[in-house]
């Protein structure tokens, strides 16, 4: 029976999720958890205002060949900046299936990464403050949880796709934030 209350992306599709709940749990300074979408942005906005400036935002878009992720960055940015781009791209980036996106703080080396099946990451100096706010949202903190990845099978298959929402799609943010200093990662020489 699937969770109702547990909200799939528009990126992503599954016949059921199962009993997935939105849940995180904590190691040390580590957080991971699964979250339903209404509070992937919300979890962002929490992770921005305990992050010490400044602030970056980073992209990771499926290369062409689809063997890997090309990465970029947008550098020492104010949380005000990191609002801005919630405000600006936060609904495209939250409901994109294909793309993984997250902020960090360039003083404290702490981040948060969303990635596929609304599953994120964090590394927090104040895991106690942080996990305060994901319960605020209404995530469980467990020692163990369900994900959707858990759920997937041959008779509940899994599909995250592209989204676009007034003619954007995530692809087109590196291009709108180049002048901002937006960058794509080069990958080092081997």
Do not use: H
């Not at 062409?64 to 781009?85: H, M, Q, R, S, W």
């Amino acid at each position: 029976m699937d969770n109702k209350d547990f909200v799939l992306c528009q990126g992503v599709s599954l016949r059921s999720t199962g009993k997935v709940v939105s849940a995180f749990s904590v190691s040390g300074e580590n957080i991971s958890g699964v979250l339903s979408a209404e509070k992937l942005l919300p979890a962002a906005k929490a992770f921005i205002k305990a992050a010490a400036e400044p602030v970056f935002f980073f992209l990771e878009l499926p290369e062409p060949d689809g063997e890997g992720f090309e990465t970029y960055y947008l550098d020492n940015c104010t949380k005000k900046v990191a609002y801005a781009i919630i405000d600006r791209y936060g609904e495209l980036l939250a409901n994109d299936g294909i793309s993984r996106f997250g902020f960090g703080s360039n003083a404290t080396d702490e981040e948060i990464y969303f990635e596929d099946y609304q599953e994120f990451t964090a590394y927090v100096k104040s895991p106690e403050e942080f996990a305060k706010s994901l319960e605020a949202l209404g995530a469980a903190n467990k020692n163990g949880y369900a994900t959707l990845w858990d759920q997937l099978s041959d008779d509940n298959v899994g599909c995250l796709s592209a989204v676009e929402l007034d003619g954007e799609t995530v692809f087109d943010i590196p291009d709108a934030l180049s002048d901002a200093g937006m960058y794509k990662v080069k990958e080092e020489e081997k």
